[in-house]
């Protein structure tokens, strides 16, 4: 058990809806990190988070966004989804502020199915 | 050309035998990352390295900064080791964002 909580592990939804992810991190990890694993794409990595601020961006759609909360529990709103969207996405934390000096702890993931 | 690559994509052995999975990098690195993750989705950090050579268990992890190439050897493999095996780098120091290669599907016969 990693110490990182993701809900719900499944979601199905339908074109044009919105979604909220939700992950807490291990607890006394200030950094929260989102992923989204395609088929097509692989693992990409979308946004993190240190101590309740932005702190690194990388393929994320302008349809989605994130945030952390002072608790420093996360959460991925996903708006106007696409079919394109369906995809595993995983929420993981560490203790200090990037994956090049500490290693990475990995919820199991939320299932998105866009129909 | 992807910035992490990773060799093979797919790798079949018999239960026992010594494995090697391959990562070959094209950009400068601050870390290297190894994950494991199982049929059932969940992902697990196994290393993380920026140098030399890193030991748990029966997993070993080496880095060649110079040649731009890390290597995961599982010695003495067994069934439960069968999974897909990432390898993901930081390209930049202060940049945190990790570039992750397609992974590398091990099969363990027993």
């Known amino acids: 058990d990693s110490g990182v909580t993701q809900t719900p592990k499944h979601l199905i939804t339908a074109t044009g809806q919105r979604v909220t992810l939700r992950c807490s991190p291990r607890s006394g990890d200030l950094s929260v990190y989102w992923y989204q694993q395609s088929l097509d794409q692989g693992l990409q990595f979308l946004i993190q988070?240190?101590?309740?601020?932005?702190?690194a961006k990388g393929n994320i759609l302008e349809r989605f966004s994130a945030q952390q909360f002072p608790d420093l529990h996360s959460e991925l709103n996903l708006s106007s989804l696409e079919l394109g969207d369906s995809a595993l996405y995983f929420c993981a934390s560490s203790v200090v502020g990037g994956p090049y000096n500490s290693p990475l702890h990995f919820g199991n993931g939320t299932r998105l199915t866009v129909t | 050309k992807n910035e992490v690559e990773q060799s093979p994509q797919n790798l079949t052995a018999q239960e026992g035998e010594f494995i090697t999975i391959n990562c070959s990098y094209s950009v400068g690195i601050s870390a290297l990352h190894w994950l494991q993750q199982h049929p059932g989705g969940g992902i697990v950090s196994l290393f993380m390295?920026?140098?030399g050579k890193k030991k748990h268990g029966r997993l070993i992890a080496t880095i060649n900064i110079q040649e731009k190439h890390s290597s995961l050897h599982i010695t003495a493999s067994h069934p439960r080791d069968s999974a897909v095996y990432i390898c993901a780098v930081i390209s930049n120091f202060g940049n945190e964002k990790l570039t992750f290669g397609t992974g590398t599907r091990l099969t363990i016969i027993p």
């Open positions: 988070y240190y101590n309740g601020e932005e702190r």
């Open positions: 390295l920026s140098s």
